[in-house]
C-alpha cells in the first residue's frame, strides 16, 4: 500500500507538470500572432490557432477539418505539401492563400513535419507569413525607382543637350577657340582655330603648346607663349600674309581654383587693311597737300622780302597773315603725318650722344620772337651738377620739347613767365617746364595727352592748335623710356615734367 | 661766265619761284618737269648745280641720281634735293647716292635755298 501511494504521488506530480507543460504549449499556441495550424498526414487541418482563423476569415469550425487546399492554390499546396513530406519542411515558399470573402493575397509559407517516437510522419506544422505590405512596399519602391530614373534620365539628355548646344556654338564660332586644361595641354581644337593654322584638332589634343617644334604651323602661337605665360591679351600675331590674329589667353575659373585657359584668337586682318590703307592715304594726302603749301610759302615769301619790288605796309601786313595762316597749315599737316607715322610703327629713331641742354636752349632760342611778342619771360634754370651728354633722337627730342614750350607761351598770360629746370638725378634727368598762365581745368585733365583734343578754354585763344602736340610729345618721350605728366588748375598756370633715363649707349 | 642750275622739279609756282630768285642772283637757270626731261636737259646743257625734287611723274629724284651714278659725264656734278618730306629713310638713301645737300620745303625758303647753292658752287 505504501509503495503504491509513494508511486501515486510520483505520478501526480509528473501528471501536474505534464499539465504544466501542456497548458504552456496551448498558451503559446494561442498566443502566437503569427497563423500557425497542425495538419494531418492527408491534409486535413487539425488545429488552427486563432492568427491562422483570423487571417483566413473563416470561422473555427470553417477550417478544421477541412482539407488544406481549400485555402490555397491547389497546385502550389500540393508541391508545398510534397515538399515537406520530401524533405521535413519548407521554408517561406511564396504561394497564394484565399482568405473568405478576399481577394488572393501573397504569402510565405512554412511547414514542419512531425514524427512520432516510431519516426512515422503524423502530421505537419504549416505557417504563413503575410506578404501583402512587403508586396505593396516593393512596388511602391519600385514605383519612386522608376521615377528618379526618369527624372535622373531627363535630366541627363537635358545635360547632354546643352553640352551639344555649348559645342556646337564653339563649333561655330567666328573666333578660334583652343580649351587647355589645368596643366596647358590641348583639350579642344574648334574648327575655326584649325583653319587658321591649317592643322587638324586631332594632331594637338593632348599636348602643350611648347611640346610643338619649330617647324609646326603653331610656331607663331609658340612664340607668344614663350614670351608671356600669364594671361595675356589681344597680342598681335602674323599666320601668314593677310591673316593676322588678335590672341588673348583667359583663364578658366572654378570656385577660386584655375581648372584650366581659354586661347581665343580673333580674326583682324581685315581691320589691318584698312588701318594701313587709312594710314597710306593720309600719308599720300598730306604729302599732295603739302606741294602746294611750299609753293605758296615761297611766293609770299618772295614778296615779304621785296623780291618782286616794295611793298607798302597795309600789304605786308595783309600777306604776313595769310603766310603765318600757312605755316600753321603746314605746321598741322606735319603732325598728322607724325601721327600717322607713330599709328603704323614707322616714327623711326635714330639715336645719337646729345647735350639736352642745348637742345633745349636752342628751343627757348627759336621761341624768343614769339615770347617778346607777347610779353613773356623766359627764365632757363641751369643744373647744379653737369648733365651728361645722352642716347637720344635729336630731331624728335627737339620736337617733344617744342610742343610743351610752344604751349607754354602760347597759352599763357600778357607779361607772364616759363621757367624751364634742368636736374640731373642718379641715372635720370628731370625736365620741368612751369608757366603762369591759363591752366588745364581739372575736368580735362585725363584727355589731355589724347589726339586731336583741346580743351575748352585755349580754344577760345588760339583756334588753331592742331591738338596733337602732346600725343607726339608723350610718344616721343615715351619711346625714349621717359615719363611725361603734369601738375594744373585753371587759372593757375601748369607745371609739365619730364623724366628721361640717361643712356650712355643704344 | 655765269653759273648753270638746272632745277628738275614739277610744282610750277616752286619752280617759277625759285627760277626768279636765282636768275636775280645772277645764275642761268633751266628747269625740268620730270626725271626724263631733267636727266635730258643735263646731257645737254652740263649744268654746275642741280636742284632736285624727290616725287615727281614718270621719274622720281632716287631714280635720276642713281641714272646719274652710271654716267661718266653725269656723275660728278653736284646735286642738292629739294624735299617734300624729312624722313630719315629717305636722307639714308639719299646720302647713299652721294647728294650733296638737302632741304625740306615746308620748312625753308628760296633764300635758303640760295644759301645751299651758294655753298656748294660759290655765286
Redesign the interface.
Known sequence: MVIKKQENDKISVLLNDLNSLQSYINDIFIFSPLPICFISPIGVILEANPAFIKISGFSFNEIIGKSIEDFFDKREIKQAINDTIEKGFVEGKEVWFSPKEKSEMPIQIFTRVRIDEKREKIGYFLSVVDLTEIKKTQRDARRALMNILEDVKEEKNKAEEEKNKTLAIINNFADGILVLDKNDKILLVNPKAESFFEVNAKDLIGKTIPEFSKESPLLPLLEIFSKKSKEFFREEINIREELILEISLVSIIREEEKIGSLIILHDVSREKLIEKMKSEFVSLTA?QL??????????M??IL?G??GKINKEQRDFLQNNYDSNEKM?HL??DL?NVTRIEEGRF?Y?LVSADIGQIIEEVIKSHKELAKKRKIKFEFKKPAQKVPKFMMDV?KMKMALENLIDNAVRYNIKGGYVKVSLEKNKDKVEISIKDNGVGIPEKHHPRIFTKFFRAANVIKIDTEGSGLGLYIAKNIIEAHKGKVWFESSEGKGTIFYLVLPIRRRA | MAKKILIIED????TK??K??LV?EGYDVSTAKNGNEGLAKMKKEKPDLILLDI?MPEKGGFEVMEEMNKDEELKDIPIVIIS???Q??EFERARKLGVDDWLV??EF???EVLDKVIKQIGK
Do not use: F, Y
Not at chain 1, 606741294?291 to 611766293?299: F, N
Open positions: 604729302h603739302r606741294t602746294p603749301l611750299s609753293a605758296m610759302k615761297w611766293s615769301r618772295m622780302d623780291e618782286l603746314i599737316i606735319n603725318l623711326l635714330q630731331d | 610744282e610750277e609756282v616752286l619761284v625759285l626768279r630768285k636775280s616725287v617734300n618730306s624729312g630719315p629713310v620745303k615746308t625758303g628760296p633764300q
